[in-house]
């Protein structure tokens, strides 16, 4: 699904670079929230959400992130978004560290960079009519004004697939499938780049869900889009991305094209998770993998590699129980974070 042709313009204060560089990078990044507790609050621990992630998003790419709930994949999302500061690492964003950028280079980058949020219904407000959602977005960015405005409200619902005399409606008046496209509108009135869409269609019914994974790929086709499509639902994964990164407490345990992952996951945790999701182009079920115990606690993870609790491969040793494996290139091109691939 790959964008044939690039947008050209890139928003003042951020560089526009060659094609052939990603247009995002993570590089080891590490988050960790304090836990305070006691009369004088002070620190006791530390929630380890983010815990050394290196990936690149390739311009006019879906990249899905994926895993359970609790793996870290929103914090990663709301990091590369400058949401977050890292604890560590960097974010690069079209070859500029996003550390380095001050007010005026940051208010460049929120044009660039969108995100559609998971709640179509507490991500409006509902005080406001959809109209004026949008006309804001237009206001603080200083796109359009006036009867510029309003043509530009017009193109924007009609991009998303609402009728442009809707503006004067309020959030309550639509169908959760019709606020996740006002969701999308307001994304994309600014003309983005990158947008991490993160899990947009999990709040819908499933036939809702196939037709707003349509528009996003139409969008993308359209706009030249960057998507991080963060999701806990392997069975959209096929449909939109084309590569997959599968998170497990904290850390990318695998990164590969979206095909090769689902022939052939390598890291037992992928595995797993695969072994759940029916596969109708095999006619067969596939052998249902079944984990011993719970997804560790990210205040206290195991040490060595995260997964070797929970791990049902055979090989299991004293390495698994005190090294982390890194994110390994192997044969092909996946990466993937195991002692015993």
């Known amino acids: ?47 380890q959400a983010v815990d050394g992630v290196s990936l690149e998003i390739r311009r006019g790419e879906t990249l899905a992130l994926v895993g359970e ?28 560290d996003m550390s380095s950028l001050d007010r005026v280079g940051l208010r460049a980058f929120r044009r660039r960079a969108q995100i559609i949020f998971q709640d179509p ?25 006036g009867e510029a405005a309003e ?16 503006a004067s409606k309020y959030p309550h008046q639509f169908s959760g499938g019709q606020r996740q496209r006002i969701g999308i ?27 707003v994974l349509n528009l996003l790929a139409d969008l993308q086709r359209r706009f030249n889009l960057t998507y991080l499509f963060i999701t806990h639902d392997l069975s959209v994964v096929r449909q939109i991305a084309d590569r997959v990164a599968v998170m497990y407490l904290g850390r990318v345990v695998e990164l590969g094209d979206c095909d090769s992952l689902f022939r052939g996951p ?50 299991v040793d004293d ?4 090294l982390v494996p890194p994110l390994r290139t192997l044969a092909g091109g996946a990466q993937a974070a195991c002692h015993k691939i």
């Not at 313009?9 to 560089?15: I, K, R």
């Not at 804001?136 to 200083?142: A, D, K, M």
């Not at 390495?319 to 005190?322: A, E, G, L």
């Open 151 to 166: 043509q530009r409200i017009g193109e924007l619902l009609d991009a998303v697939g609402l009728h442009a005399d809707e």
């Open 266 to 315: 390598l890291h037992p945790y992928t595995q797993a998770l695969l072994s759940a999701v029916p596969d109708p182009e095999r006619g067969t079920e596939r052998r249902r993998i079944a984990l011993s115990g719970d997804v560790a606690s990210p205040a206290a993870p195991p040490p060595g590699c995260p997964f070797h609790p929970r791990c049902p491969h055979p090989g």
């Open 121 to 145: 219904f507490g991500s409006l407000n509902p005080r406001m009519t959809v109209g004026s959602l949008l006309r804001e977005v237009l206001r603080v960015h200083r796109l359009a004004r």
């Open 1 to 47: 699904m790959v964008a044939s042709t690039g947008r050209q313009g890139a928003a003042e204060g951020l560089p526009t670079g060659a094609t052939r560089r990603p247009l995002v990078a993570a590089e080891a990044l590490v988050k960790h929230f304090p836990i305070h507790s006691g009369l004088f609050g002070r620190e006791t621990g530390r929630v």
């Open 69 to 96: 709930s609790g793996c870290g994949k929103t914090t990663t999302g709301r990091l590369l978004l400058w949401l977050l500061e890292p604890t560590a690492g960097r974010v690069i964003f079209d070859g500029q």
């Open 185 to 211: 509108a307001r994304a994309l009135a600014v003309q983005p780049d990158f947008v991490v869409a993160d899990e947009p269609v999990s709040a819908l019914d499933v036939s809702v869900q196939a037709q």
């Open 319 to 322: 390495t698994c129980r005190t």
